[in-house]
C-alpha cells in the first residue's frame, strides 16, 4: 500500500511542472521577441529593460503574466524599451473589471511618441514643453503664426501655465498645440491612469505627451505612431476595453502558446525599494 501510494506521487511530481517566471519566459522567447523588434533595438538589451521595470515595481509582481507578457510584446513590437531616463515606454498595472485581475497594460512616454514619429521620416524634428509663470511665451495662430517661449533662468520659474507641442514637417512648415493647465488636468482627471503610473513618477513628462497626443491628429502619423496612440488611448482609459490593444494578435499568441500560466517573478538584479514604483491605480 505505501508503495503505491509512493508511486503515485511520484508520478504526479513528474507531472506537475513549476510555474515559469516571466524573466524565464522572456529568455526562452527571447528569438521571437527579437523577431518583434525593429532592426536597431537589441533585444538582450530590451529584456533586461522590462526585467527591471518589473522588478523596480512590486505591484506588477500582483499582475495576470499573460497580461505582462503581450504588453512587453506590444512594446517590443514598436521597439520602444523601459529604461527610466529613456521615457520611451511603462508598464502600468490596472484592475481588469472583466476577470477581476490585474492587469498590466503597455503605455508609451512622450519621448516614445516623439521617437514613433521621427522615423516615420514625415517629420523633421518635434519637441513638447512646459511653460511656467515666470517663462516668456507667446503664441498666435492664423496667417501670422508665431511661438515664441524664452524660459526663466534667474531662479524658481513659479507656477507652471500649461504645455504645448510643435512640429517641423519636411516642406519646412511647422504646427503647434497649446493647452492650459487646466486643460490639461481634466484630461487628466478622465484617465484611469489619473492617480497611478507615470502620472505620479514622471507628472511633468505626461503633461508634455498631453500636447503631443493631440498635435499628432494634424500629423502624418506612420502605422507605428498610429499603433502607439491607440495604445496609450487604453492605457489612460480612453478606449472602453479591457483587453489590451496589439496590432499583431494571432502572432503574440503564437509566440505567449502555452506560456499564460507564468508566474510574475523576476530574478533580475533589484534596484533600491521605491526606485520607479508605478503604484496600482485606485
Known amino acids: 500500500m505505501e508503495t503505491a501510494v509512493m508511486e503515485r506521487e511520484s508520478k504526479t511530481a513528474i507531472v506537475k511542472k513549476e510555474p515559469e517566471t516571466i524573466g524565464s519566459l522572456l529568455e526562452k522567447k527571447k528569438l521571437e521577441i527579437r523577431d518583434l523588434l525593429p532592426a536597431h533595438v537589441d533585444v538582450d538589451r530590451f529584456v533586461k529593460s522590462a526585467l527591471l521595470a518589473v522588478a523596480r515595481n512590486k505591484d506588477l509582481l500582483k499582475c495576470s503574466p499573460k497580461s505582462m507578457f503581450m504588453a512587453i510584446a506590444a512594446a517590443a513590437e514598436l521597439g520602444l524599451d523601459f529604461t527610466p531616463a529613456k521615457g520611451h515606454a511603462y508598464l502600468v498595472p490596472f484592475r481588469n473589471n472583466r476577470t477581476g485581475e490585474t492587469?498590466?497594460?503597455?503605455?508609451?512616454?512622450?519621448?516614445?511618441?516623439?521617437?514613433?514619429?521621427k522615423r516615420s521620416g514625415a517629420v523633421k524634428n518635434i519637441e513638447a514643453h512646459i511653460v511656467y509663470e515666470k517663462d516668456e511665451f507667446d503664441i498666435r495662430y492664423g496667417s501670422e503664426r508665431k511661438l515664441i517661449h524664452v524660459p526663466y533662468l534667474d531662479g524658481a520659474p513659479g507656477k507652471i501655465k500649461g504645455a504645448y507641442a510643435i512640429a517641423w514637417l519636411d516642406d519646412n512648415e511647422w504646427i503647434a498645440e497649446w493647452?492650459?493647465?487646466?486643460?490639461i488636468d481634466a484630461i487628466r482627471k478622465r484617465?484611469?491612469?489619473?492617480?497611478?503610473?507615470?502620472?505620479v513618477t514622471d507628472e511633468e513628462e505626461m503633461m508634455r505627451k498631453t500636447p503631443l497626443r493631440r498635435i499628432a491628429k494634424y500629423l502624418p502619423l506612420s502605422p507605428d505612431l498610429e499603433r502607439a496612440i491607440e495604445a496609450d488611448n487604453q492605457a489612460v482609459g480612453f478606449v472602453d476595453d479591457d483587453e489590451p490593444v496589439i496590432s499583431r494578435t494571432a502572432a503574440l499568441a503564437e509566440i505567449i502558446g502555452e506560456h499564460t500560466e507564468a508566474e510574475p517573478d523576476v530574478a533580475a538584479d533589484k534596484p533600491e525599494p521605491g526606485d520607479g514604483t508605478l503604484p496600482l491605480e485606485g
Open 191 to 199: 484617465s484611469k491612469a489619473a492617480n497611478a503610473g507615470p502620472w
Open 179 to 183: 493647452m492650459r493647465k487646466d486643460q
Open 103 to 117: 492587469d498590466v497594460q503597455f503605455m508609451p512616454g512622450y519621448r516614445g511618441l516623439i521617437d514613433l514619429a
